[in-house]
């Protein structure tokens, strides 16, 4: 099903609020962000490393760009580019960006569409437990609870930093799980499916031996349950 067809309901989810969030997130000025200003000057802080567990960095055009929404759903779903980008509810979020092995940017502004939001119009049926996210470079899985994918803090994004995900960080679209370690957050999304049970150990690094709950703690945003 395309996202036109759904007329009134998607309307329905298009809210003034979330756009004005959106606004006020943006028209932050940087020195607000970096008050001393020295942040910036620190050579290696604040800079993403680029990862991909695959040896090539995969590719997708915007044109070609389909996310699929399926598994224990009402409406089996594929949204385009567009739709994320212009036709669903937008959401924007700054936060910190942490890797397990030490490296962090802070305040790093993202722009997408919540995964809720998106959930939404496919319908979750009462069965499913968890989310699993696909990679287009065929590889890389991750996983949540349906709790945890619910969250308002977990987008399904297209703008990193004022521009469009580069294919480096995982675009035209990739997962952006806000209060998680980055492994949680999937890049170069295709597919989001939902499922009743945990599939092999929840995600790739996961079956390395990475926690299953990649909360990072207080410093972005906090969440309310424990470190399991
Ligand atoms: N498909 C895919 N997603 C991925 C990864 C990856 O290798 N492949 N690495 C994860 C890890 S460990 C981190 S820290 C972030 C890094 O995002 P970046 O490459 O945009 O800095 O992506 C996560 N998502
Ligand atoms: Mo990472």
Redesign the pocket.
């Known amino acids: 099903m395309v996202l036109g067809a759904l007329g009134v309901g998607v309307v329905g989810i298009l809210t003034g609020a979330k756009l004005q969030e959106l606004t006020s997130d943006l028209l932050l000025p940087v020195t607000l962000r970096d008050p001393t200003g020295l942040t910036a000057l620190l050579p290696l802080a604040g800079r993403?490393?680029?990862?991909?567990?695959?040896k090539e960095l995969?590719s997708r055009s915007r044109d070609d760009y389909q996310l699929r929404v399926d598994g224990l759903v009402a409406r089996p779903t594929s949204l385009s580019y567009g739709d994320i980008h212009d036709r669903l509810p937008q959401t924007a979020l700054t936060r910190d960006?942490?890797?397990?092995?030490g490296w962090r940017v802070q305040h790093v502004p993202w722009i997408g569409v919540r995964l809720s939001d998106v959930l939404a119009v496919a319908g979750v049926m009462p069965t499913a437990t968890r989310v699993v996210f696909h990679?287009f470079?065929g590889?890389?899985t991750?996983s949540l609870s349906l709790e945890q994918a619910l969250r308002p803090d977990v987008l399904v994004a297209h703008t990193?930093q004022g521009q469009p995900v580069s294919r480096?960080?995982?675009g035209p679209v990739?997962?952006y799980v806000a209060p998680m370690?980055?492994?949680?957050?999937?890049?170069?999304l295709e597919r989001i499916e939902l499922v009743d049970h945990l599939v092999g150990d929840g995600g790739?690094?996961e079956s390395r031996g990475y926690d299953l709950d990649g909360w990072v703690g207080a410093s972005n945003g906090g969440h309310d349950e424990p470190t399991s």
Not at 97 to 101: G, K, L, M, S
Not at 181 to 188: D, E, H, I, N, T
């Open positions: 993403f490393r680029i990862y991909s567990v695959t995969p960006f942490q890797c397990v092995t990679s470079d590889t890389y991750e990193l480096e960080h995982g990739r997962m370690y980055g492994y949680k957050s999937c890049k170069w790739y690094w």
